[in-house]
């Protein structure tokens, strides 16, 4: 009963999830896992929440947080946070107690099953799943899925022994132009994965995991699915509903009658969209809401609007494709607050939250859009007022700002682009610059150039921190000599001295001499445990240089560091470090973009601000080595990497 009602709590919403590979990992292995597995389970699940909240995805997030309830109270650790961000987001007190009793209603069940393990040579394994009669009649046969043929309404299936449907578990993913029909088999599928293509739909059988072969129907619209059984043999039919086969091929015939004259008018609205995207170009913050200006028209008819309400706030969400220019937007009016984001790479999402309920305002004008709390009729006439007049003085200055704004863009494409930072903002910012490795630690070594990691990131560090101090930043070093520092020694200094960034400064290495040739490029890394074996490698590297630190931090839990709010900040900073540094460099060079990437850098723990780590290059490549030790290209990247700080400070004050 416990393991049927933690399957109605936590899987309810799991297939619409983002990560769900991993959580159905998580589902199947946690509970019966032990106890050093379960650990690694739940830093990973802390990993993916951390990314949940970078791409706003809330309906993972929610997700993530029930099975953290169940990790944490399945390993004695205090799952206040995550109850209380549930309970903010609209899940009952009782449905959380639900989970909390069905987890100790497993664990028990597990410590059960051990002791008669101890009598019984082998019983089948338990998970978090509800166990049934297929899950103990498939422990004692392994099935093959031994050929598959693609046939006129679908495919054929050969296998090794006799199933029915009770051995099928399917499920259906609807959105908007991407039906899926999700059917899976536990057994082997002996050609690992097969594609088979249809007019108007498609069928992939793949080993989706070493124990799991997944069947995917995948259609523009709803498909219907049947599997029949015949011995050892399946057959898989797919079909529409006749009903819609005939109104697409009435549609064909109507659209085939119609005249040349009727077919311009949709043809003309396409073609504008086809052309170009709607961008929000800027948001200005009003008496009670926020104007946002467009680069085209928006219609009506284009805006998704919903409500939903927690246990807080009401929320008015007003959704419509486009991009937002600069990131997201925060806006607070005491008790009420807007939020604009990049809800997903299409879609700008802006959400009105207040703790009563309100009345929204909204009005289209050519190329502007303003939404507003209305309780009172002055609100929503001050906030009318002030957007028509704000587009007249924008429109009348247009011409005289133009001048000026081709000077801006002249001065700042050295500083960051288009985003200008007062001096006197500029000048309470503090960021500490760590030049990784020195003295008795060289770091990575490239010997048949003569060249240590330790002096070409000194170099870089000092050229930064320079062009930081042109600019008008505070700067301080954490070594501005060939001198041995300690890890946590780095952090800490930075931490004394209240630095708002930290950005420490490494040049990679191959990790053997067999493939010095074929690695290379910038990397930027933030604080987050590794989920990527190449990011572990990077890490085990710089994480070498002392032993007494790696004793230390041997008995410490990562985790313990880790802060959502600052991994978070980090992510952003690393984002337009490297996308800043890939610009300046690439003015003269064919620099290799190595990406954005999360692992647990020592030097990274305990920073109580928002810090990364840069590889500039790998000093094991016969040519990026000399590239990374030219003056030049230091110049080029100090420029680039205090161009991403105007960035993360422009677009995060």
Aim: aromatic share 8%; hydrophobic share 30%; proline share 2%.
């Amino acid at each position: 009963m416990s393991r049927v009602l933690l399957l109605s709590l936590i899987l309810f919403n799991f297939l619409f999830a983002t990560y769900e590979k991993e959580l159905t990992s998580f589902d199947d292995n946690f509970i019966t896992s032990n106890p050093d597995t379960q650990t690694k389970y739940h830093q990973q699940l802390k990993s993916l929440y951390i990314q949940s909240v970078i791409r706003d995805d809330e309906s993972t997030k929610l997700e993530i947080l029930k099975r953290l309830v169940v990790s944490s109270n399945t390993l004695n650790l205090s799952d206040e946070s995550y109850v209380s961000e549930l309970e903010e987001s609209g899940v009952s007190a009782e449905n959380i107690n639900n989970l909390k009793k069905a987890t100790k209603s497993l664990n028990t069940q597990k410590k059960e099953n051990e002791t008669t393990q101890n009598t019984n040579s082998k019983l089948p394994d338990n998970s978090i799943i509800a166990l049934n009669s297929s899950t103990s009649k498939n422990s004692q046969k392994i099935i093959y899925i031994l050929n598959a043929k693609k046939n006129d309404t679908g495919v054929e299936f050969s296998l090794n022994t006799k199933i029915d449907k009770d051995d099928l578990k399917s499920f259906v993913l609807d959105e908007k132009g991407n039906y899926r029909h999700i059917t899976d088999l536990s057994g082997v599928f002996e050609s690992v994965r097969k594609d088979f293509t249809y007019e108007d739909y498609s069928i992939v059988i793949s080993q989706y995991n070493p124990k799991t072969i997944r069947i995917v129907v995948r259609a523009k619209e709803k498909i219907n699915v049947e599997f029949k059984f015949n011995e050892n043999k399946v057959n898989l039919l797919a079909s529409f509903d006749k009903k819609e086969v005939k109104k697409e091929s009435e549609v064909k015939k109507v659209k085939k009658e119609e005249k040349p004259k009727e077919e311009k008018k949709p043809e003309k609205k396409d073609v504008k969209k086809e052309n170009s995207n709607l961008y929000v170009l800027s948001v200005d913050k009003e008496n009670e809401g926020v104007l946002l200006k467009l680069n085209q028209k928006l219609d009506n008819d284009e805006i998704n609007i919903s409500t939903t309400k927690d246990s807080k706030y009401y929320r008015y969400i007003y959704s419509f494709e486009g991009i937002l220019e600069g990131g997201r937007k925060n806006y607070e009016f005491k008790d009420k607050f807007i939020t604009i984001t990049q809800f997903t790479p299409q879609i700008v999402r802006i959400v009105l939250s207040s703790i009563k309920e309100e009345k929204i305002f909204k009005e289209l004008s050519d190329k502007s859009l303003i939404l507003a709390f209305s309780n009172t009729k002055s609100t929503t006439k001050s906030t009318k007022t002030q957007g028509k007049e704000k587009t007249q003085k924008k429109t009348q200055s247009k011409e005289k700002k133009q001048d000026e704004e081709e000077v801006v863009v002249t001065k700042t494409i050295s500083k960051g682009g288009k985003n200008t930072l007062s001096s006197a903002y500029k000048a309470t910012k503090l960021i500490v610059i760590d030049a990784g490795h020195g003295g008795k630690d060289a770091g990575a070594v490239n010997n048949k150039v003569k060249l240590k990691e330790k002096d070409i990131v000194l170099n870089t560090a000092l050229k930064l921190g320079n062009e930081l101090k042109k600019r008008g930043y505070k700067v301080l070093y954490t070594r501005s000599k060939d001198n041995f520092i300690n890890l946590r020694t780095r952090t800490k200094y930075a931490n004394d001295k209240k630095a708002d960034l930290f950005l420490s400064i490494h040049a990679n290495a191959a990790p053997t001499q067999d493939k010095a040739k074929a690695m290379e490029g910038v990397e930027t890394f933030f604080l987050s445990p590794a989920r990527s074996e190449r990011s572990k490698k990077v890490a085990e590297k710089e994480n070498q240089g002392d032993l007494e630190e790696v004793n230390y931090f041997s008995k410490q839990n990562i985790l313990h560091f880790l802060n959502r709010e600052k991994i978070i900040a980090s992510n952003k900073l690393a984002i337009d470090i490297q996308k800043s540094v890939l610009s300046n460099t690439r003015q003269k060079y064919k620099v290799v973009d190595g990406g954005v990437r999360e692992a647990p850098f020592w030097v990274l723990v305990g920073a109580q601000m928002p810090a990364i780590l840069l590889e500039i290059g790998y000093i094991s490549h016969p040519s990026e080595s000399k590239r990374i030790a030219n003056k030049n290209f230091q110049d080029l990247l100090a420029r680039g990497i205090a161009d991403g700080v105007e960035n993360y400070f422009y677009h995060n004050k």
